[in-house]
């Protein structure tokens, strides 16, 4: 717990420093399309639109640490242990379509909340 609690002051402080000492950080693309299996359309993920209301952390998995913000399919392939998440589609559905769900639990009456069909996130006019 020490060790995360000083990464991330590291990461505050170095974002925080004098010209001198900063730290250039990329935030990542605005939007994002997922790639999907063959015959499957992909899903747009609005990246800055989640970063405006979630941490990071809550995606991007901690290792030792360390935020570790890599491609996803590299650790969620056909070599995972966990069949629960051992493809983009599982890991997705669980990790996204979880928080929309609970989103929609949340959400007060006259707001919009995170979509739940399938064309909420794999719309039908995007292209492969």
């Known amino acids: 717990m020490k060790k995360l609690f000083f990464s991330l002051l590291f990461v505050v402080v170095a974002c925080c420093a004098t010209p001198a000492l900063s730290v250039e950080v990329s ?4 939007e994002m399309i997922m790639k999907t299996p063959a015959g499957k359309k992909p ?3 609005p990246h800055r639109k989640h970063q405006e209301i979630m941490a990071c952390m809550q995606c991007h998995h901690v290792t030792k640490g360390i935020m570790n913000i890599r491609k996803c399919s590299i650790c969620h392939n056909e070599k995972m242990e966990n069949t629960a ?12 379509r979880g928080c929309h769900k609970t989103k929609k639990k949340e959400h007060q009456k006259g707001t919009r909340y995170a979509p739940l069909k399938c064309s909420g996130c794999h719309p039908l006019n995007i292209k492969k």
């Not at 935030?27 to 605005?30: A, L, S």
């Not at 998440?85 to 996204?96: D, E, G, L, P, S």
């Open 85 to 96: 998440v051992n493809t983009i589609k599982k890991a997705a559905h669980k990790q996204c």
């Open 27 to 30: 935030i990542g693309p605005d």
């Open 43 to 45: 899903a747009i993920f």
